[in-house]
């Protein structure tokens, strides 16, 4: 699903301009009309209040599965960032119709848009901004749902270079009983052609996540050969072992974060489809209830700084992955490619949190 909407919120005007990219993106997906209603409401709010209580900010629009949704049917993901002061009351702004005298407001507030959406979390911090997700499927929002199921999840966010329609990055998930797969490819250059290699290589995982990720990177080097090739990495979490194995090859970061500490997992150099090593070693690390794992495109600065963060395993997957994606960067400079983030946790619920 490599179509993607990158909204920079700065003035009034784009509030039009995140709703519309929220009803093209539901039409994409095919969203029934009162769930399409339901995304451009999210839009609309999320989009007012990053003007609101932010100064600006973007919200990033991706086409994802919901990790417990059957049929794998795609969901809206709403995710909206900034860089501004944070929310000094998140318990206020979280009751239903918690608003300011900003007339451009819906009034509908953050509340209303955790009651409305499928999944809802946000991460606050002062002094470091906001990030807000909502995602929005085809069947209605049920109240009072509770937590998600315990164990481990996974989620993700992708921006395309220079906001074209298409992101050359993709990422993927598969659960399968007491193991969870989760990849990131980065197709070779930039547009249509790199979305086609990176997508081939996620449509794929879905026939051999069973199998261990170096193997799982052999088959999909032939499935990617029409294509321009891909970097990718293949991380696999074995909750009954409490082992997390990992494999990549090409231009794919990978960090691993276990009580407290970051260690950085390694590729080989080379690219899926194309020009891969004739061997590739799989590297196994344990696995905690605080881990938390970090894959990314080279579209991250080179030098990016992992968040010192305790609340992060607990946020939604999507979130975390956003929070990784702003702080590595800054309002004043932008992405250099095409940027994915995708995040493994171990489970756990956001106190803001529903769904997931």
């Known amino acids: 699903m490599s179509r993607v ?168 998930r598969v659960r399968g009983g007491d193991r969870l797969t989760l990849l990131l490819a980065d197709g070779l250059g930039h547009g249509a052609k790199a979305a086609e290699a990176s997508t081939a290589a996620v449509t794929q995982l ?42 990549g090859i090409g231009n794919v970061g990978a960090r691993l974060r276990t009580g407290g500490t970051w260690k950085a997992l390694l590729s080989r150099p080379g690219i899926v489809g194309a020009q891969a090593p004739a061997s590739v070693p799989v590297q196994r690390v344990p696995w905690q209830a605080d881990s938390l794992l970090v894959l990314h495109s080279d579209g991250l600065p080179s030098r990016w700084t992992p968040p010192d963060d305790g609340v992060l395993p607990g946020c939604d997957p999507a979130v975390a992955a956003a929070v990784v994606l702003r702080d590595a960067g800054s309002a004043a400079r932008p992405t250099r490619d095409d940027t994915c983030v995708a995040v493994l946790t171990a489970g756990g619920v956001s106190r803001h949190g529903s769904g997931a």
């Open 206 to 247: 879905r026939g051999v996540a069973e199998l261990p990720p170096p193997e799982i990177l052999r088959r999909l080097g032939r499935a990617l050969r029409p294509t321009r090739g891909a970097a990718v990495a293949v991380a696999q979490l074995d909750v009954g072992a409490g082992e997390l194995s990992f494999a």
């Open 5 to 172: 909407w990158d909204v920079p919120v700065d003035d009034s005007t784009r509030v039009r301009d995140v709703r519309v990219a929220a009803e093209e993106a539901s039409a994409c997906v095919g969203l029934p009309p009162n769930r399409t209603a339901t995304a451009a409401l999210v839009a609309t709010e999320l989009a007012t209040n990053l003007l609101r209580h932010a100064g600006g900010g973007r919200v990033l629009i991706n086409l994802v599965e919901r990790a417990h949704d059957d049929g794998h049917r795609p969901a809206v993901q709403l995710v909206s960032v900034d860089h501004g002061p944070g929310i000094p009351d998140v318990a206020a702004a979280m009751r239903d119709g918690y608003t300011t005298t900003v007339a451009a407001s819906l009034g509908a507030g953050l509340g209303t848009c955790r009651r409305i959406a499928n999944d809802f979390d946000l991460h606050s911090a002062p002094g470091r901004g906001t990030v807000v997700m909502a995602r929005i499927g085809h069947e209605p929002a049920v109240r009072n749902q509770g937590p998600p199921p315990p164990g481990p999840r996974a989620g993700g966010v992708n921006v395309p270079l220079g906001r074209a329609e298409q992101s050359g990055d993709a990422w993927g």
